[in-house]
């Protein structure tokens, strides 16, 4: 028996204000697209925000959403004028269709975007050249890259190897790295 095939991507954006969802789904032709349904758990709640309706049409039908805190439930108040932050962590994304009990995908998704922008930054900082940089400098970019690595083993341990609790000792290490890197000039 044919059936849809669903997938999605949670890419990892810069805007620590929304989270960025693409459908790359296979829908089977003969059968309809019904009651599409959008699960979303932010780190550190024990429930999920469910979309669905107008919301999710427009999904399916355009194939990505993005989100806000406002979307999420964190924001209630100036939404759609003032945008606050998502936080870094582990998100779990749950998609499916009718029978949304027998057709539906889960994934993890681990958010670094907060501490992406603040990697990035100390990068700004660095005085790089295009050449062999002074010791000071290099051992700095050194630090950076390691960090970088932590952050991208974090977002592993969680996304392909199932192994959340891993995924957030590493990137809460990879925090206080950021944090001691960022205060060398404190």
Do not use: W
């Not at 925000?49 to 355009?62: I, N």
């Not at 194939?63 to 582990?90: E, K, M, R, S, V």
């Not at 592993?156 to 959340?164: G, L, M, N, R, S």
């Amino acid at each position: 028996m044919a059936n849809h095939v669903l997938s999605l991507e949670v890419p990892t954006v810069m805007n620590t204000c929304v989270l960025k969802i693409m459908d790359t789904s296979v829908y089977y032709d003969l059968l309809p697209v019904t009651c599409p349904t959008l699960n979303v758990t932010v780190p550190g709640f024990a429930y999920s925000v469910q979309l669905e309706g107008a919301q999710m049409t427009e999904f399916v039908a355009s194939g990505h959403i993005t989100l806000t805190a406002c979307d999420l439930n964190l924001q209630t108040a100036n939404c759609g004028t003032q945008y606050t932050n998502l936080p870094d962590g582990i998100y779990v994304i749950k998609y499916s269709v009718s029978p949304n009990d027998q057709v539906f995908v889960e994934y993890n998704h681990m958010r670094i975007s907060y501490a992406l922008n603040r990697y990035y930054n100390i990068l700004c900082e660095v005085d790089a050249n295009a050449c062999e940089p002074p010791l000071k400098t290099k051992q700095r970019l050194e630090q950076l890259g390691l960090i970088k690595m932590y952050l991208e083993a974090a977002k592993a341990k969680v996304e392909y190897c199932h192994d959340p609790q891993k995924g957030m000792t590493l990137y809460n290490y990879a925090l206080k790295l950021l944090n001691k890197l960022d205060c060398v000039n404190c």
